[in-house]
């Protein structure tokens, strides 16, 4: 049996003394560094600032912009990317979105046009014109998809109101 190896790039010398390591590249993305277009992962600055950049089909979580300055770690969480699922409206279904997270207590938000993987969403039947056709089970996103989609069908108010 023949042992292969996988050679690694180097990872290349810091350019200059401080406390800004550059981080590794996200999952899925890219950055640039502020006034540094040849920076990359690994190297030390006094001063960095970051733009994170997604791949197709992913978005950044957070900002997208975060600075490091000398002597200073990195603020946490770093901009990250993933995907998101499209929430299209629906003049049906109210859609509410959780709030979740380690130190949030919960409650719930508005929910946006696209929201990132782990969402929850919390649909409700609008108002009187609609029911739901079965029993309405939370939305989630995974991976770029929602797990599936509420359906309300038109009440009797519904039908007496659109003429």
């Known amino acids: 049996m023949t042992k292969r190896w996988r050679l690694r790039p180097l990872a290349p010398a810091p350019l200059a003394r401080g406390g800004c390591v550059l981080p590794a590249y996200p999952p899925h993305g890219t950055y640039t560094v502020y006034n540094k277009p040849e920076a990359v992962p690994g190297q030390v600055y006094d001063f960095a600032g970051l733009t994170v950049t997604c791949d197709p089909g ?24 993933t995907r998101f699922c499209r929430l299209t409206p629906d003049p049906s279904v109210n859609y509410t979105c959780k709030i979740t997270g380690d130190d949030v207590l919960g409650g719930t938000r508005v929910c946006h046009e696209l929201e990132p993987h782990g969402t929850e969403v919390v649909p409700e039947c609008n108002g009187c014109f609609y029911y ?19 359906v309300c069908q038109p009440g ?8």
Do not use: E, R
Not at 58 to 81: A, E, L, R
Not at 156 to 163: A, H, P, Y
């Open 156 to 163: 009797i108010l519904f039908m007496l109101f659109s003429f």
């Open 132 to 150: 739901p056709s079965n029993v309405l089970l939370n939305m989630h996103c995974v991976d770029g998809s929602w797990d599936h989609v509420a």
């Open 58 to 81: 992913y978005g950044v979580v957070g900002s997208k912009t975060t600075y490091c300055f000398g002597g200073n770690p990195w603020p946490q969480p770093m901009p990250q990317c």
